[in-house]
């Protein structure tokens, strides 16, 4: 099965600074018709997981542009240009590539 | 507006069994697979089990296979977890979720999540 590591586990911010959290898959996410399905989803404190980012680099609806997805291969990143109080809450990354489906272990952003 | 309503959470003894439900609406429910994922308290976030839209195709994780049954009743745009055997470590928040089309287990939409507790 494929493995999702994410980094840092916790991560403190400054109010209007960037953030940038880490995703490393144990296997390439790349599928056979060409996309990489990594997603990023946001779950805010007592909330249900909401996506924000689908194969690799697509927003959803609504999802500020301060959220951006980027990578290829094995190594992702999720980057928030400036992070506002709404933010705080854990990421989580989530492969869709191969089966089963794995989610990494998370990453708890909170203002410092 | 689309929309997921999970229910059928509570409190059973292990080896117990308990059925979730999940109700749909906003959208052509036929036309999604749909998911449970599961969270335990205080810990990340655990792919469950998935059905296509015609129930042709269904996959469960290595953790549940043999003790948790997925179905759906799409005249009813329903949603169904049925956990028999249930354990302890079974103890989460279970959320139901609509996988965009083209999109593996690219979960667009989330229910509230219901609480299944296994403890005597």
């Known amino acids: 099965d494929v493995v999702m590591t994410q980094s840092p586990l916790s991560l403190p911010v400054t109010l209007g600074q960037p953030a940038s959290i880490s995703c490393r898959s144990s296997?390439?996410?790349?599928?056979?018709?060409?996309?990489?399905?990594l997603n990023w989803f946001q779950q805010r404190p007592g909330q249900s997981p909401r996506r924000l980012i689908y194969?690799?680099?697509n927003r959803d609806s609504g999802v500020p542009d301060r959220f951006s997805g980027s990578g290829s291969g094995t190594d992702f990143t999720l980057k928030i240009s400036r992070v506002e109080a709404e933010d705080v809450g854990v990421y989580y990354c989530?492969?869709?590539?191969?089966?089963?489906?794995?989610f990494g272990q998370g990453t708890k952003v909170e203002i410092k | 507006e689309v929309q997921l309503v999970g229910s059928g959470g509570g409190l059973v003894n292990p080896g117990g069994s308990l059925r979730l439900s999940c109700a749909a609406s906003?959208?052509?429910?036929?036309?999604?697979?749909m998911n449970w994922v599961r969270q335990a308290p205080g810990k990340g976030l655990e792919w469950v089990s998935s059905?296509?839209?015609?129930?042709?195709?269904?996959y469960y994780a290595d953790s549940v296979k043999g003790r948790f049954t997925i179905s759906r009743d799409n005249a009813k745009n329903s949603l169904y977890l049925q956990m028999n055997s249930l354990r302890a470590e079974d103890t989460a928040a279970f959320y139901c979720?609509?996988?965009?089309?083209?999109?593996?287990?690219?979960?667009?939409?989330w229910g509230q999540g219901t609480t299944v507790t296994v403890s005597s």
């Open positions: 989530m492969q869709g590539t191969h089966w089963p489906p794995a």
């Open positions: 979720a609509r996988e965009a089309p083209g999109n593996r287990y690219g979960m667009d939409v």
């Open positions: 906003g959208f052509t429910f036929s036309s999604y697979t």
């Open positions: 296997q390439s996410l790349v599928y056979s018709d060409g996309n990489t399905y």
């Open positions: 194969k690799l680099s």
């Open positions: 059905i296509s839209g015609s129930s042709d195709y269904i």
